[in-house]
């Protein structure tokens, strides 16, 4: 009946039939190599480290999103985060699924939500991300990770103020497995994916791999 009544619309053209309409999916910037080899930056040629992490001490081993997130994919990801379309994961998931090998790892972690805004938004879109790339991978996805303190909106800090922003607000609510996978929505600077890296090792991960389905390129 809610369908009758509310048709879905594609979240990038507002197009009506599906969540995201084959058309827009098309037209997401796939990210394939050459890229970065730590923290997934495409470039010219393949790099162990790119000019973006170089010089930074990185908690994870490794970061690899799906998509660049350019203007359609803020759409999507905006509809996604704000208007509570969690289908929209799903979506995601396959996208990830399709471009990013399956981590060789025990157990994907995702990103904890700030409570105030998960409260608002009733969802946390890195959680139903994990668990529906969960699904695809056949990977148990855990909450093992949660922020020790609100924080201010990342969106138009310095890359600086972004690492600031987020060091030591996350803290590991119990031991996880030596090999895990912490999932995400977006990487933007890299800072939120090692705040939660660092928490992870501290309490016990010895191998960390970052996914997300978006990923911004400089």
């Known amino acids: 009946m809610l369908e009758l009544l509310l048709p879905e619309r594609c979240a990038v053209c507002a197009r009506p039939g599906a969540v995201l309409c084959a058309d827009c999916r098309d037209t997401l910037v796939r990210l394939h190599e050459p890229l970065c080899e730590r923290c997934g930056s495409p470039g010219p040629w393949p790099v162990r480290r790119c000019a973006e992490c170089a010089g930074r001490r990185l908690a994870f081993t ?41 981590a060789a790892v025990d157990a994907l972690v995702h990103v904890p939500g700030d409570p105030e805004r998960a409260w608002r938004r009733g969802d946390v879109p890195p959680r139903g991300l994990a668990r529906a790339l969960g699904q695809e ?82």
């Not at 759409?75 to 990830?96: D, I, P």
């Not at 031991?175 to 705040?195: F, I, K, M, N």
């Open 137 to 218: 991978w056949g990977l148990p996805a855990c909450e093992l990770l949660r922020r020790a303190r609100s924080l201010p909106p990342q969106r138009g800090l310095s890359l600086a103020d972004r690492r600031r922003n987020v060091r030591d607000a996350v803290v590991a609510t119990g031991p996880p497995p030596r090999r895990v996978c912490l999932v995400d929505d977006v990487y933007t600077s890299g800072a939120t994916a090692d705040a939660c890296a660092s928490a992870l090792r501290r309490a016990g991960a010895r191998h960390i791999e970052v996914v997300t389905f978006a990923r911004a390129v400089r």
């Open 62 to 102: 490794r970061a690899r999103a799906a998509v660049v997130y350019d203007e359609r994919t803020r759409r999507l990801v905006r509809e996604w985060k704000e208007h509570g379309r969690r289908r929209l994961a799903h979506e995601a998931a396959r996208l990830v699924a399709a471009v990013v090998p399956a």
